[in-house]
């Protein structure tokens, strides 16, 4: 599977927006870029996912590069309940394997 | 239910004992994963099931650890004579087979080997 690579942590204020990075350079034609998080003391939870074009749901946007080899999370108001490790996962086709990297822990302050 | 079941929510083994961990996944999800996280640590992969095949068990620790899935549902982990490094959460996660199915993952099991 192609890795991923994104800072360890990162920070943010409250209600201000958070772009959160990730490098995939050797990204295959049939790979999705995904996202999940992980809050505090929980499980994983899917936040979103695309494979070439910009994508918007309820709880974050993501932006992916014309190259597709990179792409970025955007939380455009970060709440306190935003605190969480962001995994960005490549995942082929509609039969993939999941596998997590280490994730970017984010921190929000008040 | 309607999510990811697993039991038992707490185990309490001592060390050299075998434990058996469930997983249901959500009805009609091809795809199950298998996770472990000890404190503070990233999600480790141990194992995937479409249906009931295993395309990728690379991430099985040892031979202590095995997984089935039968009739393509429940799974089963199995960890013999545990030892104390085995302790850790241990998360299931399903998807459907459709492109960018989400996975929605249990609460785990949390095992601690004394």
């Known amino acids: 599977d192609a890795k991923t690579t994104q800072p360890n942590s990162m920070e943010s204020n409250e209600e201000e927006p958070v772009h959160l990075p990730c490098n995939h350079s050797t990204i295959s034609g049939t790979d999705y870029i995904h996202w999940y998080r992980q809050l505090p003391s929980q499980g994983p939870e899917y936040v979103i996912h695309g494979l070439t074009s910009n994508v918007n749901n309820r709880m974050a946007s993501l932006a992916i590069a014309e190259d597709r080899k990179s792409s970025t999370l955007i939380l455009h108001r970060a709440t306190l309940r935003d605190a969480a490790v962001y995994y960005c996962i490549l995942r082929r086709g509609s039969q993939g394997n999941l596998i997590f990297g280490k994730g970017t822990k984010l921190s929000v302050k008040p | 239910g309607a999510g990811v079941s697993q039991s038992p929510s707490n185990k309490v083994t001592e060390k050299g004992k075998d434990v058996e961990l469930r997983c249901d996944p959500i009805?009609?999800?091809?795809?199950l994963y298998w996770y472990r996280q000890s404190l503070g640590q990233g999600l480790e992969f141990l194992i995937y099931?479409?249906?009931?095949?295993?395309?990728?068990k690379s991430g099985l620790p040892s031979d202590r650890f095995s997984a089935e899935r039968t009739g393509g549902s429940v799974s089963t982990l199995t960890i013999q004579r545990t030892q104390q490094e085995d302790s850790a959460v241990y998360l299931c996660?399903?998807?459907?087979?459709?492109?960018?199915?989400?996975?929605?993952f249990g609460q785990g099991t949390r095992l601690t080997v004394v």
């Open positions: 099931f479409q249906g009931n095949s295993a395309p990728d």
């Open positions: 009805s009609g999800h091809t795809a």
């Open positions: 996660a399903s998807s459907p087979d459709r492109v960018g199915g989400e996975a929605f």
